[in-house]
């Protein structure tokens, strides 16, 4: 079963620039991918047209069964929590602890305490930082932030993970722990697509890579062609 699928995918700016021509691809559910490429071949604006944080210019996208051209305004909200989203740059708030920051995808949400607590400590653990959730931000390696940033992606369970650059800023071997987690909750059922440069790191995962040069797919492995 296709989870994400793009059809002849182009997104233009409304400077010009044309980011993502004629783009095909398939991920199905359970799958997980690598999307690279040179800096600007268009691997953030990939994942933000599935993420629906930007509208193709053409083309078609359906993502876990939902047609993105057509998915109503007010289902835009449920849409997006089918979606975990990890950043190079983590985007914790500084003034919470580490648990009020993974909380924060669900305190919108009309979760009860307890079950916002189940759930955060859940993630927490899968990430193993457990023992940090009433720390702040600021006192965690750079590492540990970025696992905080993905636990907090992960806490609502979302059917897809989509991780831009999330070793940009770490060494090798915290690069490669993250890597690992990525890897883990594939294995459980979430569906992975991580855009990496780093050809190094990725290779030795085994999986599928997709390749962007100047917004156009280059080459795909065997399992993710459209
Ligand atoms: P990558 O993630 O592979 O570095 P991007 O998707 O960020 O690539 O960028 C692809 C191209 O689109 C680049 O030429 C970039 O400058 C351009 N671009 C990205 N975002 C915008 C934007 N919001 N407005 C105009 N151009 C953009
Ligand atoms: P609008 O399209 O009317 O500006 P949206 O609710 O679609 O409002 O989103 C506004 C911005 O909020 C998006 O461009 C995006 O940057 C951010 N955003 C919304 N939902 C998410 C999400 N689930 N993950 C990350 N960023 C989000």
Known sequence: RP????????????????????VSLRLDAGAMAFLTGHSGAGKSTLLRLIALLERPTRGRLVVNGHELETLPRRRVPHFRRQIGLVFQDHHLLADRSVFDNVALPLAIQAYRQPEIARRVRAALDKVGLLHKERAAPDTLSSGEQQRVGIARAVVHKPAILLADEPTGNLDPELSREIMDLFVQFNQVGTTVLVASHDLDLISRLGKPLVRLHEGRLQRETAGSAA
């Open 3 to 22: 989870m994400i699928q793009l059809r002849k995918v182009t997104k233009r700016y409304p400077s010009g620039q044309e980011a993502l021509s004629g």
